[in-house]
């Protein structure tokens, strides 16, 4: 069933060809490889795992917001004590921002978009934020557990077996939203929170022993190249990620 919507979406998507397109772009100024050279002054500090993909999607947002911020990297084995006293389920990601602490990667995501709105990560009208949401909601539940299966390691070989097969089999059903699209992002002109969802997944493929037919997802993988290539996406890669496609 979540093949079948990915399917579909690709069929509404051609569906809409016909119809005109807006164009806007945004792009941050970001010069440095690490997250403490950027623009915006804060006093944020963010709890991340640095192979974790929740924790790497809220990273690039705030390196596509330029945002400085303190990033404690926390190891699931040994994790500090403040982070138990500042979110009760004791896990990353955790944003400190003052008095505020958030968790759960979404949330942590908009807010940032709206205590900083440039440049804009979702859609200005209400329709196409819906949309938006929506993408992020079906890659939170078609995509993500397939990824969390083979990460966690703790199912029977042919449980991680199968969310290898359907990650890929999923991902592969995407390819016609970019087959037939002018559009340089998912479903979009602009660099959006639906990109900063997928794109950690697409990442750690190798990692998570996963291997894409090049010639039949090509359309994909232009993407891939497009997303992995912004200075953002960069600056957000931890080592450890980083050695993933090394």
Known sequence: MRKIFWIGLGWLFLAQLSRSFHSMTAFP?????????????????????PNDH?????????????????????????????????????EVPTLVDRELT???????????????PHPPLLPVYPVARAQSRLYVHRIQKDLCGY????VAGRSKETVIDRSRKELKESLMAIVPIFSFSEK?????EEFTLVDC?????????PALGVELPEKQVAPLMGYMERVFARDAFK?????SEREMRS
């Open 235 to 239: 600056v957000a890669l931890s080592e």
């Open 54 to 90: 929740y924790c790497h999607r809220v990273r690039i947002v705030l390196a596509e917001k330029g945002v400085t911020v303190d990033i404690v990297d926390v190891d699931n084995g040994d994790k500090p004590e403040d982070l138990a006293s500042l979110n009760p389920y004791n």
């Open 147 to 150: 990824v969390d299966n083979i």
């Open 29 to 49: 100024s970001t010069d440095d490889s690490t997250m403490g050279v950027v623009t915006k002054r804060s006093s944020m500090t963010f709890f991340s795992s």
């Open 184 to 188: 340089p992002y998912f479903m979009s």
């Open 102 to 116: 958030l968790y759960q990667s979404t949330v942590i995501m908009e807010y940032l978009d709206e205590r900083f």
């Open 197 to 205: 969802c997928i794109a950690p997944i697409l990442w750690r493929l």
